[in-house]
T-cell receptor
Framework: GESVGLHLPTLSVQEGDNSIINCAYS??????FIWYKQESGKGPQFIID?????DKRQGQRVTVLLNKTVKHLSLQIAATQPGDSAVYFC????????????FGKGTLLTVNP | KAGVTQTPRYLIKTRGQQVTLSCSPI?????VSWYQQTPGQGLQFLFE???????NKGNFPGRFSGRQFSNSRSEMNVSTLELGDSALYLC??????????????FGQGTRLTVV
């Protein structure tokens, strides 16, 4: 039969704007979260991580916010550039110290010059 | 510092055959995990190895297996290939010590096509 692909949420922004990508995670026991960027034909690229004892972490041009009450993560990208165009995934480590990442379905970010 | 290396990058196999994929983790990393990525199911966890032991396994049939060597390199094997096994297979490495959550870095993946 016909296969149905994942319907990716999409976000389109203008170059220079700030982007916010949201993610709902599933396991309230997850204690570690990672954001990845995946460009076409490449493997996921680590962007930033956050542990469950934090609610905010900043990197270069990126900030991750964690709200454990509602099981929600967000990735903020400041001054978005065309090179930021990609699919962004959040991942939760649901295996404790034994790595078992559960990925969200991803968000396609398109940056218009 | 070299990243995660997966070989081969591309493979075409026939239904019923078997295939072995290889992953060399970042130097010093002892945890290697494998994921399957398809348009329909997204990224799904296959299994994770640490110090040659499988510590965690996803919900895949027994046709999917793996192993890790003493130098932390890992292989995964898929036997009796089905058309639905066509996917991008990704390997991730991390330090992976006990009760340590650290960054997991991915390789470029192996694109497997089953015909």
């Amino acid at each position: 039969g016909e296969s149905v692909g994942l319907h990716l949420p999409t976000l389109s922004v203008q170059e220079g704007d700030n982007s916010i990508i949201n993610c709902a995670y599933s396991n309230s026991a997850s204690d570690y979260f990672i954001w990845y960027k995946q460009e076409s034909g490449k493997g996921p690229q680590f962007i930033i991580d956050i542990r469950s004892n934090m609610d905010k972490r900043q990197g270069q041009r990126v900030t991750v916010l964690l709200n454990k009450t509602v099981k929600h993560l967000s990735l903020q990208i400041a001054a978005t550039q065309p090179g930021d165009s990609a699919v962004y995934f959040c991942a939760e480590n649901s295996g404790g110290s034994n790595y078992k990442l559960t990925f969200g379905k991803g968000t396609l970010l398109t940056v218009n010059p | 510092k070299a990243g995660v290396t997966q070989t081969p990058r591309y493979l075409i196999k026939t239904r019923g055959q078997q295939v072995t994929l290889s992953c060399s983790p970042i130097s010093g990393h002892r945890s290697v995990s494998w994921y399957q990525q398809t348009p329909g199911q997204g990224l799904q966890f296959l299994f994770e190895y640490f110090s040659e032991t499988q510590r965690n396994k996803g919900n895949f049939p027994g046709r999917f297996s793996g192993r890790q060597f003493s130098n932390s390199r890992s292989e995964m094997n898929v036997s009796t290939l089905e058309l639905g096994d066509s996917a991008l297979y990704l390997c991730a490495s991390s330090l992976g010590g006990f009760r340590m959550n650290t960054e997991a870095f991915f390789g470029q993946g192996t694109r497997l096509t089953v015909v």
